[in-house]
């Protein structure tokens, strides 16, 4: 099917985004300028991609795409989107795995799974629900913009207490309206006939383009659409994934800088500091050898104990014959130094990498840190330009992935007065009791 884009010229499609934007400033923004984020408003005015995709979806109607944009930009408000993270969502649903972003199907569209299986209907916890659902895909959209979503509905083994055909309605409105144009298709896995009934109501209320995306396989069609690699051992796959929370890789933020902020290309002056070629009988034991990088300590980050500024080294050593670029991301960018953060080492060489705790913040068990590694050509001279355009281009399954653990050297100090303090308490209680009933403080 053609695309609506190509009836217009450049110069059509730009008047029809000066429309957009002032059409809604005057007939909704004015009045309801409470009703919209700043920062959301801000980016309507913006970000050309952003609008040119609501018009697309409302096929270059002006009415409906003025509508579209006031209820996704009151619907982002309302669940805070520009600064949801992971304490703006309840624990218990993290924890379920009955929604999460793993692996991606044959076209490269990355996998959002709904384990229809692990959802309780409850009406109590439908505005939390759709909070968690919000935050999963505000989560990709930053961290992976313009990359589409393929949806599984995984729907094998469903009991009645799980089946909620209005929070599937959510979960496809959210691809209709409120993020247009991430969607590339919805698979309706293993579909049990006593949602039939109900499906057709639901599907009653959908718009053709959504109902177009929609495809029902069983489990002997889905590997027409994503490779083994990638699905679930139950659904004839190969991939041994376990959800757990926090983290996994598809979870991580994005590079974080020496100044803990978001970073995609350092420059040249943070690169690494080279070595002469490491001897790999030197390297310790529980080092991780990959097969780009080899990474020492290989789980466990440990700070030290002092007064001064709390840091640790991660060494890296280049194994192959070719240039190595590297990223480091962390489930906690907010608290962490990294220098460098995006760098790269020459074949044969290694360096060293520090992670500090930045601004007085202190450490937590579940901070997790992820060192993304993959081959340059011998020609690049791992510049931050080069590194930039790299990443962009670079098949994922070309990128070497390793994650670490980071153990609070400070755990122990904290264990020692917890049970320090549990002894004071226990003896105060016991003076407590005793003053009541002999009416005095015992010598």
Partial sequence: MKNEFDIFSWQDIQKKREETRKRFVIEYAQDSSDSYDARDMDRLWKDDVLVDSYLECSHFVMENTLKMISDSLQWRKEFKLNDINESSVQKGLLD????????????????????????????????????????WLESHVRREPGTPLTVIFDMSEVGLGSIDMEFIKYIINCFHVYYPKLLAKMLMYEMPWIMNAAWKMVKAMLSQEVVDTLVFVSKSEIQDHVEREHLLPSMGGTDPFKFSYPPFPDDF????????????????????????????TAWPSDAFKGTLLHISPAEELRFGLGDGEKRCLISLSNVTRNRVAFKVRTTAPEKYRVKPSNSSCGPGTGGTITVSLYGGSLCCPQDRFLIMAAEMDLSSDGGSADLAQFWKGVPKPKIMMHSSSRLEENMDRCLRWQKVL?????????????TIYTGEWPL
């Fill in 253 to 280: 933020q994005n590079p974080i800088s020496e100044t803990g902020q978001e970073d995609d290309a350092e420059t040249g002056e943070d690169d690494l500091e080279t070595k002469d070629t490491l001897d790999e």
């Fill in 422 to 434: 549990t002894v004071l308490v226990t003896v105060l209680t016991a003076l407590s009791f005793s």
């Fill in 96 to 135: 379920s795995g009955m929604i999460y972003l793993h692996g991606y199907d044959k076209e490269g569209n990355k996998l959002f799974w709904f384990r229809v299986r692990l959802h309780v209907k409850d009406l109590k916890m439908l505005t939390e629900k759709k909070r968690y659902v919000a935050f």
